[in-house]
């Protein structure tokens, strides 16, 4: 990711393989967003709203599915979440040192 | 050639401090010792809180921690009360090989009374107090700067902003032939296969993935979901999701270079170069673990805000979240939230970061020494006999 590409950008996506992007301000449902996939300039509409520093998903997902930050897998989705809306531990959940 | 002013210690290790540490060795004498340093301003007051009964990995980590602080070249000379000579000898003989002054004091000398303790305590400290003030700094090399790197009450910002920045000074100290320390075993649970990969042996390598393992079975069989607790309520609220993407976000710190050995708790490294601690996340532990293993400055970051900072080595305090940045001002030592926005870029940003490393390490105050902060905790991995 080059150094100022979330200058004047919503939020950041750090890997173009990326589902999960991150707030770079308070996101509000309804507002169309701003944000690079690579060099791609994306938009969508936020679903639900999303506060600073908070994650969304930039496309659809289905349950079960592993979402990735980083380039890196860092949660499973645990219900389907609509691009746009918050993906936060009420809708992914994390894959490691779980509960036998 | 960058340089800081620092105290040149006998052994050749410089301190960026210096301290008059009162060192309580057992849990006995703390509230003395506590009395004596208050008697004693300026003077670094450290209580061990146990002693008797501990076994295996407690008894060494605390005897490690113990002669740790004391040899750490931000003490300048050691006043160190006790119990009984035999134990309080052991561990100024350990200490001795630093070259400073070192003065103990056993409650078996006083009668087991502790006003004499305290008599006696004040008079000599006051020796060691005026006697390290004749030291002087002198400018030296950046290599003789010793790193802990730690994050706390972080949020996605800290993995975005902040720790990178850290990775960065921790590569340039590096570079110069300095050391650096990251620990936070389960901080890097998800990230294994990243921080593995730079193991500078394969026996490196694999202790790397041993460690998280072990962690990762310690919080299965405790029966606890790691999500809630780690991360924590803070790290949820802020926005972090998983133990994998706080892993991820906590590495960066460690930044790019080779790892050349996983310490145990408060262990000090042999070499020079970067070094993983397989230790407690919690930074009061984690942060003690660093210093007893001779970090001489912290660097910590935090996203939400956290005040604790260590009491021997100075803690520079850094967030990149805006919204933190205007509500604690009087706690962060240093902002990256125009590199968070996109207005600077994470390199142009850090000769500014090193710049305030500079003033730091060479007697500038950070938020935490001028409020009084500061505290070591020490690990306890199991009961007491």
Known sequence: MSENSRKGWDAVVLNPIDELATALRHLTAGEVVRFRVGDQPCELIMKTDVALCHKFVVRDVVAGEKLRKYGEVVAGASEPIEAGAHAHVHNIKSLRAVRK | ?385
């Not at chain 2, 061990?48 to 040899?71: H, K, S």
């Not at chain 2, 650096?180 to 394969?202: D, Y």
């Not at chain 2, 790691?226 to 609220?237: R, S, V």
């Not at chain 2, 210093?291 to 021997?312: D, E, H, K, M, Y």
């Open chain 2, 1 to 385: 050639m960058d340089q800081f002013s620092g105290y040149v210690r006998p052994d050749g290790q410089v301190g960026v401090r210096n301290h008059l540490l009162v060192l309580s060795a057992t849990g006995l004498t703390g509230p003395t010792g506590r009395r004596i340093s208050q008697a004693l301003p300026g003077a670094v007051f450290v209580a061990m809180p146990y002693d008797g009964g501990l076994l295996g990995e407690d008894r060494d980590a605390q005897l490690c921690t113990l002669i740790g602080f004391g040899v750490n070249p931000n003490v300048g000379a050691v006043l160190m009360i006790g119990g009984n000579p035999p134990k309080l000898d052991y561990l100024a003989k350990k200490m001795s090989k630093s070259g400073k002054p070192i003065v103990s004091i056993s409650m078996d000398e006083c009668d087991h009374d502790a006003i004499t303790l305290t008599e006696r305590s004040i008079r000599a400290g006051a020796k060691l107090m005026l006697e390290i003030s004749k030291l002087r700094r002198v400018s030296c090399p950046l290599s003789k700067l010793f790193l802990g790197l730690e994050c706390g009450r972080s949020d996605p910002s800290s993995g975005l902003v902040s720790n990178p920045m850290l990775g960065l000074m921790a590569d340039r100290i590096v570079d110069e032939g300095g050391k650096a320390v990251f620990g936070e075993t389960t901080e890097w649970l998800g990230a294994e296969h990243l921080l593995s990969k730079r193991g500078a042996t394969p026996a490196v390598e694999q202790a790397i993935l041993d460690a998280v393992l072990d962690n990762e079975n310690r919080a299965i069989e405790a029966g606890l979901d790691l999500t809630g607790e780690n991360p924590g309520p803070t790290n949820i609220a802020g926005g972090l999701s998983t133990i994998e993407e706080k892993s991820l976000g906590n590495i960066a710190k460690s930044g790019s270079r080779p790892i050349q050995s996983v310490l145990k708790y408060a262990e000090a490294p042999a070499t020079p170069g970067l070094h993983a601690m397989h230790a407690a996340t919690y930074a009061p532990e984690s942060v003690s673990g660093f210093t007893a293993s001779g970090a001489n400055l912290i660097l910590f970051t935090t996203g939400q805000g956290n005040s604790f900072v260590n009491l021997i080595s100075p803690t520079i305090k850094i967030s990149a979240n805006p919204d933190t940045e205007a509500r604690i001002k009087e706690q962060l030592d240093f902002t990256c939230t125009d590199v968070f926005s996109g207005e600077v870029s994470l390199v142009d940003a850090a000769p500014r970061f090193l710049e305030l490393i500079i003033d730091v390490a060479s007697g500038t105050k950070t938020w935490g020494e001028v409020l009084g902060e500061g505290e070591e905790v020490v690990s306890r991995f199991g009961g007491s006999l």
